[in-house]
C-alpha cells in the first residue's frame, strides 16, 4: 500500500492524513474482495523497516490500526470475513495487540474472505524464525529433523494460507521490499502509478484482469 506520504504531500499535508486516507481503499478492496468472491486478500500495513520511521508516523500508525481493527469489527461479523495480523508481535504496542487477539477470535470461524494484515512484518524476518523455530525442533527432538518446502512453509507465519497469486504494488515502485519472500515464488506481479489512498475497486479490477490474461507455467513448459 505504498505512496500515502507522496498523496499527503500532493494536498500539502501531513503524512498521517495520507495513511488515513489509504484507509479508506483498504475498505474498497476488501469490499471488492467480499462482492467478488476472493478468500484472500492481504495487506503489507508496516514493514519490519517502517520501524525507524519518525516516531509521530509510528505512533500514529498504530493508532489508525486499532481504530480500524476495532471500527470494523462489525464489517467483518456482517460479511463473514475472517480477520488475521500477521507480523513480529514483539513490537506492537499492548492495547493493539489486544484488540487484534479479541477480533481475531470473534472471526476464527467466519468462512468467507480471509482478510490479512502484515504488520511489522518483513519476508527476511519471516524466513529467519521459521528456521530458528526449525533449530529448536531439532535441538528437542536431538537430532536433525526431515525438512522439506511444505514443512518449511508450515513453520512461516502465513502457515495454512496460500500463497499469493498476484502481488500488487501501488505508486510506481517496482521491488518487492520484503515482502513474502519465500511465498510470492510463483506469484504475477503488477505494478500501476496510482498511489495507495487513490486505488479504489476500478484500479482493483484492472489488476485481476491483468492477472487473467497471464499464463502460468510455473517453470515448465506447456
Ligand atoms: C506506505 O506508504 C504505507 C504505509 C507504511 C502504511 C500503510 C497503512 C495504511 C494504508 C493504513 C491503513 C491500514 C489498515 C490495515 C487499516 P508510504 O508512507 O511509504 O508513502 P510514500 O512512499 O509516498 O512516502
Avoid at 146 to 157: I, K, V
Amino acid at each position: 500500500m505504498d505512496g500515502n506520504g507522496r498523496w499527503a504531500k500532493q494536498q500539502g499535508r501531513r503524512r498521517l492524513f495520507g495513511h488515513n486516507a489509504g484507509a479508506e481503499s483498504v475498505r474498497a478492496c476488501c469490499e471488492y474482495a467480499v462482492e467478488h468472491g476472493i478468500r484472500y486478500l492481504s495487506l503489507f500495513a508496516f514493514s519490519e523497516e517502517n520501524w525507524s520511521r519518525p516516531e509521530d508516523e509510528v505512533s500514529g500508525l498504530m493508532k489508525l490500526m486499532f481504530k480500524s481493527v476495532l471500527e470494523e469489527r462489525e464489517t467483518f461479523r456482517k460479511n463473514n470475513i475472517r480477520f488475521r495480523v500477521i507480523g513480529d508481535r514483539s513490537r506492537l504496542p499492548a492495547d493493539l495487540l489486544q484488540a487484534i487477539d479479541a477480533v481475531q477470535q470473534e472471526t476464527a470461524g467466519h468462512t468467507g474472505l480471509t482478510l490479512i494484515i502484515m504488520l511489522s512484518y518483513s519476508g527476511k524476518w519471516d524466513i529467519l524464525q521459521a528456521a530458528q523455530r526449525y533449530a529448536a525442533d531439532c535441538l528437542a527432538a536431538g537430532r536433525q529433523l526431515p525438512l522439506d518446502e511444505t514443512g518449511f512453509g508450515n513453520l512461516l507465519a502465513t502457515a495454512g494460507i496460500p500463497d499469493p497469486d498476484l502481488m500488487i504494488r501501488t505508486s510506481g515502485e517496482q521491488r518487492i521490499s520484503n515482502y513474502m519472500l519465500w511465498q510470492c515464488a510463483y506469484t504475477e506481479f503488477y505494478y500501476t502509478p496510482v498511489l495507495w489512498p487513490d486505488f479504489r475497486k476500478n484500479d482493483l479490477e484492472q489488476a485481476i484482469q491483468s492477472y487473467n490474461q497471464r499464463e502460468r507455467r510455473y517453470g515448465k513448459v506447456e
